[in-house]
């Protein structure tokens, strides 16, 4: 059986984009279900939100851009620490593997005819294939590390065509795949030693390996069982193989494609008897998959990455035709990208989101492919921070993230730190403030005491509890109460 990524992977967008619905996302988590529904209050929070916390007001959206003369460009994978994105992009008539810095923007970093598959922690080793000069159908893996050039490194003895699909986060460790005439073989390249990785028990002996985990440890990919392929790990030293199974009997076919950076969580795709493709996470020996992009009108769907801890995955689900950038967490479930940016505040106007192919090793990175306002293909960047689990006390109050006890963070996929009931301010003027008097935020409690719709609750948005709606006069008042929430936070700062 003679199996092939692309098997599991999505032909073309198909049908006309429909209007993304922006805010559902903020609307999903329990402490924003206890805002108001009215069209005004939710149009209006994501804005309020991005001026009025810090952390929200880092997300942002870019495009990664195109070679020069070229009109087209796909992220494929980003660096550990967020830093580089590799891929694709189109000049001269054929696909050039290109890496991107926002220092040196997009440049190839091999010959035409090539692709760049996955990037070390820092940036600094990309890995992928390109094809031999004047041989069109053979492909070379490659190893780039700054400046360049590529380099190859050979193939498997008896395969003429092989491919790098992933590198470990130190870029010691090179992963991929061997074309044999009949078959294809995964492989691990160390300290310049090529080896072949065993297929699964009672398989045809064939397997591909599309991915590593950042120690190098563990590899993923898929093998064979007699008659299917089946999603599967390698462990070290021996490179041990073990069957990560399929989530439908009845329809056995699997893949993994990507591991957290010890290999405890694995994610990729799995066929689901009369639903197609589901993006899989599996963890502790626990295989899940990760489910539908409400309101459930798609069925087919892929995780193509996932961050150091496993908390975030990242891939591509299908909703009513249309391929849809995902991103998942345990506390918020899946949802697309382009609606988590909304509710951050940034607008995505223009752009279609397709797949997310990458994320960073703290899941506050996401890249991917898409089209651009112009309707032009190019890779994307997307910057979500995760105040409540970035390791960092961004309030000022002593405490780190929600696993730290920050007060304000309802779970660690929390979008700030600093909610109204925790922010050390009597944001409604009423002579009390937060759930506990300012005393976390402030160091001391002041006197009037706390708010009494914040007792209990320090995670709550706002300090007063939701009304009908803002009113027309409350909404000609938010800049002027944004400026004074500043002024206050920089007053309490300065002292």
Known sequence: ??????????????????????????????????????????????????????????????????????????????????????????????????????T??????????SKARAVSHDGSVVVGYQHRSGAVSTREPFRWEAPGPA??????????????????????????????????????????????????????????????????????????????????????????PFGLGVLSPRAPLSAAYAASADGSTIVGTSRVFGLGEQPFRWQAGVKRTLGYLPPRSGHAGAAFSVSADGSVVVGRSDDSGL?????????RGIERVSELLAAHGVDTSGWILRSARGVSADGQVVVGDGVNPNGRAEGW?????????????????????????????????????????????????????????????????????????????????FETPPTCGLGAELALLIPLMLAWRSRKLAGRTAA
């Open 1 to 102: 059986m003679r199996w092939h990524a692309s098997s599991l992977a999505w032909g073309p967008t198909k049908g006309r984009r429909r209007p993304p619905e922006r805010f559902r996302s903020a609307l999903k988590e329990n402490p924003l279900t206890a805002l108001s529904r009215p069209l005004a209050r939710r149009l209006v929070l994501p804005w309020i939100l991005s001026i009025a916390s810090g952390a929200w007001a880092q997300a942002s959206l870019i495009g990664m851009g195109h070679l020069p003369g070229g009109d087209s460009s796909l992220a494929l994978a980003v660096s550990g620490d967020g830093s580089a994105v590799v891929g694709q992009a189109w000049i001269g008539g054929s696909w050039s593997a290109v890496r991107w810095t926002r």
């Open 381 to 461: 960047i997307a910057f979500l921070p995760r105040p409540c689990a970035d390791g960092e006390d961004n309030d000022g109050d002593g405490f780190t993230d929600f696993a730290g006890g920050d007060p304000g963070c309802f779970n660690a996929g929390y979008f700030t730190e600093s909610p109204q009931c925790q922010d050390g301010i009597d944001n409604d003027g009423d002579g009390k403030m937060d759930y506990d008097a300012g005393l976390s935020a402030n160091g001391y409690a002041d006197p009037a005491g706390p708010n009494p719709y914040c007792v209990g609750s320090p995670w709550r948005i």
């Open 323 to 331: 391929d849809v950038a995902f991103l998942w967490t345990e506390e």
């Open 151 to 240: 380099i190859g490194f050979g193939h498997l003895v008896g395969s003429g065509s092989s491919e790098a699909n992933g590198v470990s986060a130190d870029g010691s460790v090179v992963v991929g795949r061997a074309y044999f005439q009949t078959l294809q073989l995964g492989f691990r390249w160390s300290a310049g030693s090529l080896l072949p990785l065993a297929d699964l028990p009672l398989g045809p002996y064939e397997s591909a390996a599309t991915g590593v985990s950042a120690d190098g440890s563990i590899i993923v990919g898929a093998g064979t069982r007699p008659g299917y392929a089946e999603a599967m790990y390698w462990s070290a030293p021996h490179n041990s």
């Open 104 to 113: 040196t923007g997009l440049s190839a970093i091999a010959r035409p005819l």
